[in-house]
Structures are given as C-alpha cells and as structure tokens.
T-cell receptor, first 114, second 112 residues
Framework: DAGVTQSPTHLIKTRGQQVTLRCSPK?????VSWYQQALGQGPQFIFQ???????QRGNFPDRFSGHQFPNYSSELNVNALLLGDSALYLC?????????????FGPGTRLLVL | GQQLNQSPQSMFIQEGEDVSMNCTSS?????WLWYKQEPGEGPVLLIA?????ELTSNGRLTAQFGITRKDSFLNISASIPSDVGIYFC????????????FGTGTRLQVTL
C-alpha cells in the first residue's frame, strides 16, 4: 500500500521565479492538505483540497495556490518566490470517510530560494 | 501563524530512561495527534486522541488528552536510540474541518 508521495524531493529556485510541487495521496484517501515547515519550526497549514476545491486556507498570501485532480493528486504552486519561501513543503492526505482527522504526511519537498 | 507550546524544547537522556513531554494551547481542541519527525523525512503519526481524558498507548508510547482539552502529554518508556527525533503535537480545533495546528516540537537525543 503506497503511502503519500511527493515530487520533486529537492528544488532550487531564484527570487521571482515560480514553482510547482506535486503530491499523490495515500491509497483510499480523497483529501490533500499542504503545510510549510520552516527550519526549526512545526508545520504551518497552507490549504486543503477536497473534491477538487480549496476547502480551507491558512494565513498564506495569494501567491500560494493549488489544484486537485480527479485522481485526488494535488499540486502546490508558488509565484513570485521570496527568500522566505525557503522551507520544507509537506503534503498530508486524509479521508472524508474517516472524518479527515488522521492525516498522513509525505516526505516533503525541500525548496531553496536564492 | 499560531503554534502550540511544547516543552521541553529539547531533551538529552540515556538509553533506558523514561521521557515525558507536553503540549499546551490557549484554545480548545477536539482531537490531539502526536507525530515524530526524523531528519529529511515528513512527520510520522504516532498516536491519535479523540476524547478529553483519553489515555492511549502504542507500544512504549502513551499519550493523554487533557481534561481541559487545551493540553496533551506524551510519555516514552525505556527509551532506545531509535527514539531520536523531533516530536510534534498537533491539535484540531472545533471550528474547522481538519486543519492541524502544530506545536513547536521537542527534540529528543538518546545517549548510550
């Protein structure tokens, strides 16, 4: 049973560029949440997708956007990158049938903005 | 963004010792989760708590959902070297679907 997968594992970009990160949820899960984890801190909620719609959003600017596909996979897009966007980006999947409570995380994509 | 307060921030213990850590919030949660994260990895779910006062074990790990619903505790008994990592608590509040709010983390180091 495949767990949550994310790609790429590492990425280096320069300020002002745009980036797309990808996530495939755990088998049987239909909800994807994205988190940003800065060095030395706990993950911070960015947004959540269910039924191909953004259902909930944290305190992140509109430069952060996402998408969910019919197969439940998801993308996180960040435009006009800033140095402060350097972080580990985590995807977590869950199931509506399980109350979306228990979230399982992928290994993350480490983004470095120069 | 908001983060829950975890203590201690870090711990250096000897193999075989028991470990206790806690997590506090200014607001009520209806679910508490404990995760462990190792370098270069995503958080791995250890224990989930769904009811105030609940005490749940997973092997050498035991966690409790505080009666006030504003805190949670994690204990690790007879620590071993593979317990090394950062332990995060996470709470799901009553007003949102499933957004998790994470703690600041407790870094655990185990010496032989």
């Amino acid at each position: 049973d495949a767990g949550v997968t994310q790609s790429p594992t590492h990425l280096i970009k320069t300020r002002g560029q745009q980036v797309t990160l990808r996530c495939s949820p755990k088998s049987g899960h239909d909800t994807v949440s994205w988190y940003q984890q800065a060095l030395g801190q706990g993950p911070q909620f960015i947004f959540q997708y269910y039924e191909e719609e953004e259902r909930q959003r944290g305190n992140f600017p509109d430069r952060f956007s996402g998408h969910q596909f019919p197969n439940y996979s998801s993308e996180l897009n960040v435009n006009a990158l800033l140095l402060g966007d350097s972080a580990l980006y985590l995807c977590a999947s869950s199931s509506v049938g399980q109350g979306q409570v228990t979230q399982y995380f992928g290994p993350g994509t480490r983004l470095l903005v120069l | 963004g908001q983060q829950l307060n975890q203590s201690p921030q870090s711990m250096f213990i000897q193999e075989g010792e028991d470990v206790s850590m806690n997590c506090t919030s200014s607001s009520i949660f209806n679910t508490w989760l404990w995760y462990k994260q190792e370098p270069g990895e995503g958080p791995v779910l250890l224990i989930a708590l769904y009811k105030a006062g609940e005490l749940t074990s997973n092997g050498r790990l035991t966690a409790q959902f505080g009666i006030t619903r504003k805190d949670s505790f994690l204990n690790i008994s007879a620590s071993i070297p593979s317990d090394v990592g950062i332990y995060f608590c996470a709470g799901r509040d009553t007003g949102t679907a499933s957004k998790l709010t994470f703690g600041t983390g407790t870094r655990l180091q185990v010496t032989l």
